[in-house]
Nanobody, 126 residues
């Protein structure tokens, strides 16, 4: 069983930065998993933010150039560094994991992921 625990959310002013962490446990290594980040606001579906799939990263257009995903294989943790935050980035952020994707664009869909964390709130004030 794989377990994911997010941390690092909080309140920040527009233009500020936060780093979210997703600690992966359960006798496995992030090396063999794709770890994605999604976000959700009330009344809306979970939105794909980005993914670390093997050694590749992909991002939704709205965060390109501002968000960066990286992984630490020793700590078995994946990070989402968020810079130049905007009020529209306010959401609950979730990390999710799945065995490495081999089909293009499978990483975009929340239904493609097997394991999910509990979520962490990010609030960006204007």
């Amino acid at each position: 069983q794989v377990q994911l625990v997010e941390s690092g959310g909080g309140l920040v002013q527009a233009g500020g930065s936060l780093r979210l962490s997703c600690a992966v446990s359960g006798r496995t290594s992030i090396y063999y998993y794709a770890v994605g980040w999604f976000r959700q606001t009330p009344g809306k579906e979970r939105e794909f933010v980005g993914v670390l799939n093997w050694n590749d990263t992909y991002y939704v257009d709205s965060v390109k150039g501002r968000f960066t995903i990286s992984g630490d294989n020793i700590k078995n943790t994946v990070y989402l560094q968020m810079n130049n935050l905007k009020p529209e980035d306010t959401a609950v952020y979730y990390c999710a994991a799945s065995p490495v994707f081999t089909n293009s664009y499978d990483y975009l869909a929340a239904t493609s992921y097997v394991y999910w964390g509990q979520g962490t709130q990010v609030t960006v004030s204007s």
